[in-house]
């Protein structure tokens, strides 16, 4: 798991076994292990035998490679041998290997002691146990009996491991093992005073000393000699360097290398280049060689064949025709034109080994071979690895399997080993956190370095309470890890934990995702919703402001106050008007929101549009105290903009500059084409609060507002910025906003596009169009049908428009307005959306057009539904105009005014 935890200890694995060159350059299993038993480095044919990444076996790691039926028995021998300093001997099954096959081992191993007794690390070696099926995966037990006798007659003695100082070799430990090899106690030959060359044969200390000296060159020299005991017998040895294990002891002044038995003892009068002995010896490689179990060729400079063991005559001489003297491209034909025949030439030519797979078809076999310099020839030994090539491709399957899935996975896959530290990561790293697994060091505490210092004690304790439940299985965490490039990533880390047979957890399996757009969005959801609670409120307060005046003033109107100059009416009035401004901008802003506004762009004057709206925004600004300033040029500008909108776009940044500057400050607009940019600039320009920096990037978001304490004086919803932004880019411009800081004023810029193409084709804009102007007197009276279910709205409706000398009839509901309407014949009917009953206004409306006798009149909505749908559908029932509440009396009258005169009906005068 991606955990906090630390591990058990630095692995030091030079080359892909352990040890440069040939794994079988150990007889074995090599390792070694710091005085508190912790493994460092592992050597010699660990790789082919256990089928385990060197790299895996620090710490307890190595013991993953034994049989689980072996694996609790001798990692607790291995402990008890530690703690008490005294020789490791067991028996154990390692595997599968890289051949697929289980094989029995017999291991040793002892503490490398100081000239004080004191152990300083230890090295120990296993070989493959005489007289064991390595393919005998069953065994003939679990392992639990403790070493065999085998140990004993097998694994005794069969190696010396010793550190010298890199300059004189002079020995300053070796294993106890010396004792019983040599007859020579530890304290006599530790503490740098003696060498093997002291020891040695005086035949052969020669070549001891040339082997020493072409050490000290970078030559991994070793050497064969007789060393003698203090009985005067001897030993034939073969002493090595080990760099792998020197290399794990850190200490460039030392080497570490073993002295390995490879003949038996003589008298020390017996001459070992006796014709006995070389009989002997003979006769030992024969046997050996017939012993090996694989096929065994030697070939000479001419590629004849010129010795073969039985198991070589088998496979390629069923027939018995016999070997000898026959080339080899004859004995073994699939050589020929195969990549092996190329490495056994160059083998040849080059006097160096190869090594190379072939199929062989006779005996229908996969063999590996591997060719040694002979003489002037080569020796051939081929090994059937038929089995163990269906097991590669076969474990290459489950691989790529595990490939496959984790790459379907989303987000990291990870097994930590929790007493080594180890961790394998799948390369869903990369996605997670910017970084190639190869580059991760492969370890729990490279993870934990990453987790963020504020998550790191919870996490500590959550995981500290799964590691003590011994009944809980799965765990999820959440938290943050930093990512290549700086930042935190939030990670959803789950899976679940392996147990040993007293609870303690031993491994852990897991998957980490990267849920960082998750955080984010449930972010964004509580800013919003947090947002919506403080719209809602400000919404409240904003209707109240202008409710409370108008209440007022009602009240003040109807106990008889005086009201000669009209002051209590205006502010009526006024704020009726600032409600009616609050609720349209709600409107638009759910209209954008729902891609349903209307647009409709038409060639027009950007500076006739500005004069105009400044017209009608003049008395605001100067009821405000505010100086007003415009720099307007003299010829047109010519945009492509929808008029209505645009104005609606400069009239709220107009209301913005008055509503956030003091008194006796000033407004500046201006217009100008800016012929390099191709653009039209509209620019207002306020003196007033300014903006703080903090608050400009969200300046123009819906409900967003640089005064959000509860003493804000300057009201509205935060919705005006917002619309202008909106409504000017469906127009293909945009807005910017400058401002120096707080008490510095405010510029905001509308940018459109410059049309000098349509110069000639701009449509005047009828004063009347976008000013509040008094209305026109109508030119008669009109007979009118009033239908409203609500009396006041009736009754005032229809009280202002008989002050304006019309004859006004009114109907509460849509039945009793079609009564009316078929006796009086109205020449317009003015008529709300919602009526009760069975029929609403859109049914009145099409009434009324279905009969003959109101089918002519002009037919005008009144209501409070505002939407684009509300007024298509309005049209499409029969409607003629559509206004929407508050009424703009003004604009109902100056529409009155253009009616057309009808006939008064039969019997009544016009």
């Not at 804009?765 to 609500?790: K, M, T």
């Not at 009396?791 to 039945?815: C, F, K, N, Y």
């Amino acid at each position: 798991m991606n955990t906090p935890h630390g591990q058990s200890g630095a692995l030091v694995a030079p080359g892909a076994s352990g040890w440069p060159g040939a794994p079988d350059h150990l007889p074995g299993l090599g390792w070694t292990a710091g005085p508190d038993g912790t493994v460092r480095a592992v050597a010699g044919r660990w790789l082919d035998w256990t089928g385990m990444e060197p790299g895996r076996a620090a710490g307890d790691g190595w013991l993953d490679a034994l049989h689980p039926g072996d694996a609790g028995r001798v990692r607790e021998q291995w402990r008890s041998s530690v703690a008490s300093g005294s020789t490791f001997a067991a028996r154990f099954r390692v595997g599968p290997g890289r051949d697929g096959a289980i094989r029995w081992l017999v291991a040793r191993a002892e503490p490398s002691l100081d000239p004080g007794g004191r152990a300083v690390g230890w090295s120990g070696l296993a070989v493959a146990e005489p007289d064991r099926d390595v393919r005998d995966v069953v065994g003939d037990g679990d392992g639990d009996d403790g070493p065999s006798p085998r140990v004993s007659a097998v694994g005794e003695d069969f190696a010396i491991f010793w550190i010298a100082s890199k300059r004189d070799y002079r020995l300053t430990s070796v294993s106890p093992s010396c004792e019983r090899l040599l007859g020579r106690p530890v304290a006599e030959l530790a503490g740098g005073s003696r060498s093997w060359a002291d020891l040695a044969h005086p035949d052969d200390r020669p070549r001891v000393l040339d082997a020493y000296a072409r050490r000290e060159s970078g030559e991994e020299a070793a050497v064969e000699f007789r060393l003698m005991r203090p009985d005067g017998s001897e030993a034939r040895v073969r002493d090595r360097v080990l760099p792998g294990m020197t290399g794990s002891m850190g200490d460039p002044a030392r080497v570490f290398g073993v002295l390995e038995d490879v003949g038996g003892t003589e008298a020390a009068d017996a001459s070992p280049a006796g014709a006995g002995a070389e009989g002997g010896a003979e006769a030992r490689l024969a046997e050996l060689v017939e012993g090996l179990g694989d096929l065994f060729l030697v070939v000479d400079g001419a590629w004849r064949c010129t010795a073969a063991n039985a198991q070589a005559l088998g496979m390629c001489d069923p027939g018995g025709v016999g070997v000898i003297g026959r080339p080899l491209w004859e004995v073994v034909p699939e050589l020929v034109g195969s990549e092996g025949q190329e490495r056994l030439r160059s083998a040849l030519a080059g006097h160096r080994a190869v090594e190379f797979e072939q199929f062989l078809g006779r005996p229908g076999l996969w063999f590996e071979f591997r060719g040694y310099p002979v003489a002037d020839g080569l020796a051939l030994i081929g090994r059937d690895v038929t089995e163990a090539k269906a097991n590669r491709l076969a474990l290459l399957e489950v691989e790529e399997r595990y490939r496959l899935a984790a790459e379907a996975v989303v987000g990291l896959i990870y097994d930590w080993r929790v007493d080594s530290g180890l961790v394998h990561r799948s390369p869903g790293l990369l996605a997670i956190l910017g970084i190639p697994v190869e580059e991760a060091e492969p370890t729990n505490t490279w993870w934990r370095d990453r987790i963020h210092p504020d998550d790191l004690p919870r996490l500590d304790e959550e995981l500290a309470r799964m590691m003590a439940d011994p009944l809980r299985a799965h765990y999820s965490f959440e938290y943050r890890v930093r990512h290549r490039d700086g930042r935190y990533v939030d990670v959803w880390d789950k899976g679940f934990c392996l147990r040993d047979g007293r609870g303690k957890v031993v491994r852990v399996v897991g998957n980490s995702i990267d849920i960082s757009e998750r955080r984010h969005a449930e972010e964004a959801l509580r800013e919003a919703d947090r947002m919506k609670d403080e719209f809602l409120g400000m919404l409240a307060h904003e209707l109240r402001n202008p409710l409370s005046p108008i209440l007022s003033a009602a009240q003040a109107l109807r106990a008889g106050a005086d009201d000669p100059g009209g002051e209590l009416r205006a502010i009526i009035e006024r704020q009726a008007r600032h409600m009616a401004r609050l609720v349209d901008d709600l409107l638009d802003v759910s209209r954008i929101s729902h891609g349903k506004i209307l647009v409709e762009p038409v060639p027009l004057d950007a500076v006739e549009l500005v004069r105009q709206t400044l017209g009608n925004f003049g008395d605001l600004l100067r009821d405000s105290g505010l100086n007003l300033r415009a720099e307007l040029p003299e010829g047109p500008v010519a945009v492509l903009a929808d008029p209505t909108r645009l104005a609606q776009c400069v009239g709220n940044l107009l209301h913005n500059a008055a509503k956030f500057t003091e008194p006796g400050g000033t407004v500046s607009v201006s217009v100008s084409p800016g012929a390099e940019e191709r653009e039209a600039r509209i620019t207002v320009r306020d003196t007033g609060i300014g903006i703080a920096p903090e608050v400009l990037p969200t300046l123009f978001r819906a409900y967003s507002q640089a005064d959000r304490s509860h003493s804000r004086n300057r009201g509205g919803l935060g919705l005006g910025l917002a619309l202008v932004k909106n409504l000017v880019e469906m127009q293909g411009g945009r807005v910017e906003v400058l401002s120096e800081g707080e008490g510095r004023g405010s510029t905001f810029t509308l940018r459109l596009p410059l049309r000098v193409d349509l110069a000639g084709r701009l449509d005047s804009l009828a004063s009347g169009e976008h000013a509040i102007l008094d209305h026109a007197p109508a030119s008669r009276a009109l007979r009118l049908l009033v239908v409203d279910d609500r009396p006041d709205m009736a009754h005032i409706l229809s009280r202002m428009l008989r002050s304006e000398g019309h004859q006004v009839a009114v109907a509460g509901d849509a039945e009793e307005a079609l009564e009316q309407a078929r006796r009086l014949r109205p020449e317009v009917v003015i008529s709300d959306i919602g009526l009760p009953g069975a029929v609403d206004g859109y049914g009145l409306a099409e009434a009324l057009r279905a009969d003959p006798e109101t089918a002519s009149a002009l037919l005008i909505a009144v209501t409070g539904y505002a939407r684009a749908d509300d007024r298509a559908k309005a049209f499409r029932c029969g409607y003629d105009e559509h206004l929407t509440k508050p009424l703009d009396f003004a604009a109902l009258c100056d529409r009155l005014a253009q009616v057309s005169p009808r006939p008064s009906p039969p019997g009544r005068r016009g």
